[in-house]
């Protein structure tokens, strides 16, 4: 049996497979690239990421809770002024940095990963100082997980 891919249908000589000097350094950069992306995440996600970790903490019977305290800013030179927070009933959670000067919105990130893991019935729009901690409350309700406040 010949094992090799074939330049032209018509001819039934086949080619050797001769790739291995170019798959190992190409599954090497795939690699690379995908633990790369890891590394690059924004506000929104971390605090998403923030959720899903909190929801293990959540206890498995019903009304259990667990309080997040999410720090902000979650890495440096993001979010380092005053930000506002919306975790919205349709999934979203969004966040806008604001500058120091004019309390302009200067970049805004967004997710609905978090919503896999959490129920949110209501809509929060909160507005953050610099530096000061979002907290949101999760509480255990027919075996999901719900947000029931955001501080």
Known sequence: MNVGLSTDSSKSELLPINNWRYLIPRTLLLFL??????CFTDAAT??????EAATKRVGYTENSQFTLAHRTPSKKRE????YKV???KVGALIIWC???KNNQTV??????????FVDTPNTYI????AGDTLFIELE????RVVIIDVK
């Open 140 to 143: 255990r309700r027919n075996g």
């Open 33 to 38: 690239l995908l633990l790369l992306t890891g």
């Open 86 to 88: 919306q975790l919205d």
């Open 79 to 82: 979010c380092n002024n005053s």
């Open 98 to 100: 604001k500058d120091e």
């Open 107 to 116: 970049s805004s990130h967004s997710t609905s990963y978090h919503s896999h």
């Open 126 to 129: 909160l507005e953050k100082n």
């Open 46 to 51: 971390r605090i998403a990421y923030d959720i």
